[in-house]
T-cell receptor, first 113, second 112 residues
Framework: SAVISQKPSRDICQRGTSLTIQCQVD?????MFWYRQQPGQSLTLIAT?????????ESGFVIDKFPISRPNLTFSTLTVSNMSPEDSSIYLC??????????FGPGTRLTVL | GDSVTQMEGPVTLSEEAFLTINCTYT??????LFWYVQYPGEGLQLLLK?????DKGSNKGFEATYRKETTSFHLEKGSVQVSDSAVYFC???????????FGTGTRLQVFP
């Protein structure tokens, strides 16, 4: 398994601003992912964070809105840019460990006013 | 496309009742199947998984069997506790992609 931490755990932000969320893992992992969980809904994959190259984004998500960094094998950041109330969600990072298994961080609860 | 369908919640049970949460999937190829649990105010935790047909995943008294013929992965527990109250997500990952596709989640409420 892997121990994953996220910062901040929650934040309240004004529309038009940006927030950067950090994800730290206690061991080196190849695969890191970012998900969004909108209120009362399931999780949707935003992108795969690739170490040493650009992130791979899912349909409906773009780099300008959700820039991602992956400077090494234990750390990644997701920025939510030019926020609007529709961006209010829980943002979770996850890591792939072993075959087919992902472990999730505790999430960052974002509220945009 | 590939998808996961779960029964709508909330599921409300008394303590020690039998639990079934239905999950069916649509996928090309042979996915791996998972149940994740989200306790109130916490992140997702992997509950159990199965990687091939007829495999049974089990953990903490919960079980689910990978049924290829019915494309199902129903979650069961013989005797639920109040502490099992949470949201349960069924998910699949496609071979060689590492991407998880989640169902909508089912909220379980257990009363004493």
């Amino acid at each position: 398994s892997a121990v994953i931490s996220q910062k901040p755990s929650r934040d309240i932000c004004q529309r038009g601003t940006s927030l950067t969320i950090q994800c730290q893992v206690d061991s080196q992992v190849t695969m890191m992912f970012w998900y969004r969980q909108q209120p009362g809904q399931s999780l949707t994959l935003i992108a795969t964070a690739n170490q040493g190259s650009e992130a791979t984004y899912e349909s409906g998500f773009v780099i300008d809105k959700f820039p991602i960094s992956r400077p090494n094998l234990t750390f990644s950041t997701l920025t939510v840019s030019n926020m609007s109330p529709e961006d209010s969600s829980i943002y979770l990072c996850s890591v792939g460990v072993g075959a087919d298994t992902q472990y999730f961080g505790p999430g960052t609860r974002l509220t945009v006013l | 496309g590939d998808s996961v369908t779960q029964m709508e919640g909330p599921v409300t049970l008394s303590e020690e009742a039998f639990l079934t949460i239905n999950c069916t999937y649509t996928a090309t190829g042979y996915p791996s199947l998972f149940w994740y649990v989200q306790y109130p105010g916490e992140g997702l935790q992997l509950l159990l998984k199965a990687t091939k047909a007829d495999d049974k995943g089990s953990n903490k008294g919960f079980e689910a069997t990978y049924r290829k013929e019915t494309t199902s992965f129903h979650l069961e527990k013989g005797s639920v506790q109040v502490s099992d109250s949470a949201v349960y997500f069924c998910a699949l990952s496609l071979y060689n992609t590492d991407k998880l596709i989640f169902g909508t989640g089912t909220r379980l409420q257990v009363f004493p």
